[in-house]
């Protein structure tokens, strides 16, 4: 590995990845909820700004390439767990997040399967508004948790983020980020899908065309 800012921007990014569920380990509510929407910011910001510099400064490396996508899955993927957690288990998020979390799993699993032939899987441009729309939509997420840590003093039960909309900020930005993981869940199945289908022809038994 050479210590290029782009390298180190991206083993930060997997430093934090662990880092979202400690501040609620070490620190109180709503501080915890802050400080982890903070951590989760400055990720998704560095997430851009390393693979535009390593481009711009030709700094491509293999290491960015193997950790930057790994970074990416394991920052989403802990995040969402936190919140799933913490929002008090609504239904309507953990529908979209195990869409979320399967996908992430069937196309890793994919990937390793395919080896050598894993280029087949290289990221499209909507799997990166997918990546897009799941961080801004986690972001919006946390700000909902503690908004609502400090409206009611306390996380909000299950079936308290109710549709259609209401008045209160917390449900607000809770109801946005609804709709907002739900359009990543959307964007994350049909890049899983695109993905099985280019894999396809790796996964058939020797001697049969189907």
Do not use: C
Request: proline residues 6%.
């Amino acid at each position: 590995m050479r210590w290029t800012i782009p390298n180190i921007l991206t083993l930060l990014r997997l430093i934090a990845a662990p880092a979202v569920p400690l501040m609620f380990l070490y620190f109180s509510r709503p501080f915890a909820d802050w400080a982890a929407l903070s951590l989760f910011l400055l990720a998704a910001v560095t997430d851009w700004f390393d693979g535009y510099l390593a481009r711009s400064w030709q700094q491509e490396s293999r290491f960015g390439t193997a950790m930057d996508p790994i970074a990416d899955k394991a920052m989403v993927v802990i995040a969402i767990v936190v919140i799933t957690g913490y929002s008090g288990m609504n239904p309507w998020l953990i529908l979209p997040a195990t869409l979320i979390l399967f996908r992430e799993v069937f196309v890793s699993g994919l990937r390793e399967f395919l080896g050598a032939n894993a280029r087949l899987l290289k990221v499209t441009k909507l799997a990166k508004w997918k990546t897009t729309t799941q961080m801004v939509a986690i972001s919006v997420l946390f700000l909902g948790t503690g908004l609502a840590y400090v409206e009611h003093g306390r996380p909000p039960l299950v079936g308290e983020s109710r549709l259609p909309f209401s008045s209160s900020w917390a449900d607000l930005a809770t109801q946005m980020g609804l709709l907002l993981i739900w359009i990543a869940a959307i964007l994350t199945a049909w890049t899983g899908w695109d993905y099985f289908v280019k894999s396809r022809p790796y996964l058939r038994e020797p001697g049969h065309d189907a």
